[in-house]
């Protein structure tokens, strides 16, 4: 990437980007249109190309761009301190619904780069995803040891499964209504918290009458 990127005014930067948001968060990587994205940005293709070697460069800085906007906003929000996992869960899904509402390309870009496949970025997605990844597992998961542990990370993976494939039927079928995801997203946390808290508890009263 070129560092004279950087050296635009910020306005400049910011219509590149939100055209590249805007243009990749609606097509498959592969039949994106880079000169639609260097159209709407008011560029030359060859001058994006001068910012950006390849259409790959743009793409992964879009990835890394929106990811930090995301984590930004979810430590401004308290989440990422909060020790009670369900309500950091909460939180976060707020954080993050309010950012949809704020800048809807960029939230949808990032939902469809989950679910890219194409092999010139997929290994660069799954290793970005791959780490964030492991540090929500952990944070889900601290503090607990034995079986309630063993519990609470089958959970979280059986959330993650059901939560891909919801965003994967709501992105293709061009349903991503932040509202309608925030009431049912909170519908999923709140009864995953309570399952685990009756299979705490029904754990705790077997050993008390051991």
């Known amino acids: 990437m070129n560092d004279k990127f950087f050296s635009l005014p910020e306005d400049k930067q910011n219509r590149i980007i939100q055209a590249g948001y805007r243009i990749f968060a609606n097509n498959s990587y592969k039949k994106c249109p880079v000169g639609k994205i260097a159209e709407e940005a008011g560029i030359s293709k060859a001058l994006l190309f001068h910012y950006f070697r390849n259409k790959k460069e743009l793409y992964l800085y879009l990835l890394k761009n929106g990811g930090d906007i995301t984590i930004n906003a ?3 929000s308290g989440c990422l301190e909060e020790r009670d ?7 976060a899904m707020q954080t993050k619904i309010a950012l949809m509402k704020k ?4 939230s949808r870009f990032m939902i ?11 290994s660069e997605i799954k290793a970005y995803m791959e780490q964030n990844e492991h540090i929500r597992s952990e944070r889900f998961i601290a503090s607990e040891e034995g079986t309630a542990k063993s519990h609470l990370l089958m959970m979280y993976k059986t959330m993650q499964l059901a939560v891909e494939g919801y965003l994967f039927e709501k992105l293709f079928c061009n349903d991503l209504d932040p509202d309608k995801m925030e009431k049912e997203f909170g519908s999923i946390v709140n009864y995953w918290s309570q399952l685990f808290k009756e299979k705490k508890d029904s754990e705790s009263e077997g050993e008390q009458d051991e």
């Open 103 to 106: 800048y809807p390309e960029l």
């Open 112 to 122: 469809r780069s989950y679910f890219e496949k194409d092999e010139e970025v997929c």
């Open 74 to 76: 979810l430590r401004e």
């Open 85 to 91: 996992r369900f309500k950091a869960m909460i939180m």
